[in-house]
């Protein structure tokens, strides 16, 4: 079983930044495709960023591409989204996951484990 714990969320001007953080336990992820999702209040949680288990495969929602950066650690079990140029339509609950499959996926009933998420908002 793998447990995913988020961080890093917050309160942020709009232009500004936020770094979140997924850390995995229960067993290494390293093998596993991770992803990040998001959902706004009053709507349906969307997909945001996802990479392979190498990092060497990424996409992203073209509502983020350029100001979002996905990575991980595999050493550390973690995965991270860097999220610069932040947007009022941002603000959302930031949900990462994790598929028992090395690569990425922007579909959301492929991960078979999900954090609680962490809040994001994103004043204008």
């Known amino acids: 079983q793998v447990q995913l714990v988020e961080s890093g969320g917050g309160l942020v001007q709009a232009g500004g930044s936020l770094r979140l953080s997924c850390a995995a336990s229960g067993r290494t992820v390293i093998t596993y495709g991770l992803g990040w999702f998001r959902q706004a209040p009053g709507k349906e949680r969307e997909f945001v960023s996802t990479?392979?288990?190498?990092?060497?495969?990424?996409y992203y929602a073209d509502s983020v591409k350029g100001r979002f950066t996905i990575s991980r650690d595999n050493a550390k079990n973690t995965v991270y989204l860097q999220m610069n140029s932040l947007k009022p339509e941002d603000t959302g609950v930031y949900y990462c996951?994790?598929?028992?499959?090395?690569?990425?996926?922007?579909?959301?009933?492929?991960?078979?484990?999900w954090g609680q998420g962490t809040q994001v908002t994103v004043s204008s």
């Open positions: 996951a994790a598929r028992r499959s090395a690569g990425p996926d922007t579909r959301e009933n492929v991960y078979d484990y």
């Open positions: 990479i392979s288990w190498s990092g060497g495969s990424i």
